[in-house]
T-cell receptor, first 111, second 112 residues
């Protein structure tokens, strides 16, 4: 199947780290992505990781990939109120022709 | 300059009408997509075009017809609109290998 699952909600305090998890099912996915969607806005590509890597760091963002368990996570260090948004993981499927998105995680950052 | 632009941003129309959403990209990409986001925020691909040719059609009703006049444009025409068509429609573009896909701001379609 091509279901990509995420927990629906995450609430953190400003300054804490946030970890958003994603489980995907297509073991042939070559790339995995994290997108951010702010209210009323489009999708912004945050970062992506190639399937032969297990970690990628980009400023406050750290992506971990466990290919054996088909588990992807996004860690946001020093979470700010501006990080409040919906975060989608996505995998490249269909022979590399399309992105299949997860269900999205609503991140709420509280003061 | 906006990389992927869609028009209109909002569209409110009555059931049974026919409407179009336009999408243009200035990134020089060869592949364009339409995605639908429902009220629960689930995102699902509808169509994909590469060099003006349809390569993905994900079980979308025949009332939806994409048209790609050139590589930089992919328009979505919807006939006989139904209440269930209400959603946010996103256009996106990438190179064929989809390493990075860029999305438009979305068109919120409301059918009343």
């Amino acid at each position: 199947g091509e279901d990509v699952e995420q927990s629906l909600f995450l609430s953190v305090r400003e300054g804490d780290s946030s970890v958003i998890n994603c489980t995907y099912t297509d073991s042939s996915s070559t790339y995995l992505y994290w997108y951010k969607q702010e209210p009323g806005a489009g999708l912004q590509l945050l970062t992506y990781i190639f399937s032969n890597m297990d970690m990628k760091q980009d400023q406050r963002l750290t992506v971990l990939l466990n290919k054996k368990d088909k588990h992807l996570s996004l860690r946001i260090a020093d979470t700010q109120t501006g990080d409040s948004a919906i975060y989608f993981c996505a995998e490249l499927t269909g022979g590399g022709n399309k992105l299949t998105f997860g269900t999205g995680t609503q991140l709420k950052v509280e003061l | 300059d906006t990389a992927v632009s869609q028009t209109p941003k909002y569209l409110v129309t009555q059931m049974g009408n026919d409407k179009s959403i336009k999408c243009e990209q200035n990134l020089g990409h060869d592949t364009m997509y339409w995605y639908k986001q429902d009220s629960k925020k689930f995102l699902k691909i509808m169509f994909s075009y590469n060099n003006k040719e349809l390569i993905i059609n994900e079980t979308v009703p025949n009332r939806f017809s994409p048209k790609s006049p050139d590589k930089a444009h992919l328009n979505l025409h919807i006939n006989s609109l139904e209440l269930g068509d209400s959603a946010v429609y996103f256009c996106a573009s990438s190179q064929m290998d989809v390493t990075e896909a860029f999305f438009g701001q979305g068109t919120r379609l409301t059918v009343v």
